[in-house]
């Protein structure tokens, strides 16, 4: 993404307002020469005890990506 997509990108996630996920920041990845956003993303870790929330480091290369995620955690039976 450029610098552009990435920071409309951001705006987008953030307005709407998930609780799973949080964008830290936008980065320059100079191998790919693009911009990605890190993130942390929550998920549910269920042990015989109890139930933990982990929160783990993500990156968003693309909307794609973002669309897959948004994709698959609508999908998990929370």
Same mark, same amino acid.
């Given at each position: 993404?450029?610098? *552009?997509?990435?920071?409309?990108?951001?705006?987008?996630? *953030?307005?709407?307002?998930? #609780?799973?996920?949080?964008? $830290?920041?936008?980065?320059?990845?100079?191998?790919? %020469? $693009?911009? %990605?956003?890190?993130?942390?993303?929550?998920?549910?870790? =269920? =042990?015989?005890?109890? /139930?933990?929330?982990?929160?783990? #480091?993500?990156?968003?290369? $693309?909307?794609? /990506?973002?669309?897959?995620?948004?994709?698959?955690?609508?999908?998990? #039976?929370?």
């Amino acid at each position: 993404m450029d610098k *552009e997509e990435a920071e409309r990108l951001k705006r987008a996630i *953030e307005q709407t307002r998930v #609780p799973w996920l949080r964008v $830290s920041e936008i980065v320059f990845n100079a191998t790919g %020469e $693009s911009y %990605e956003l890190t993130c942390t993303y929550r998920e549910q870790a =269920s =042990s015989s005890f109890h /139930d933990d929330e982990i929160w783990r #480091p993500r990156l968003i290369r $693309s909307p794609r /990506d973002w669309i897959r995620l948004l994709t698959r955690h609508r999908n998990l #039976p929370w």
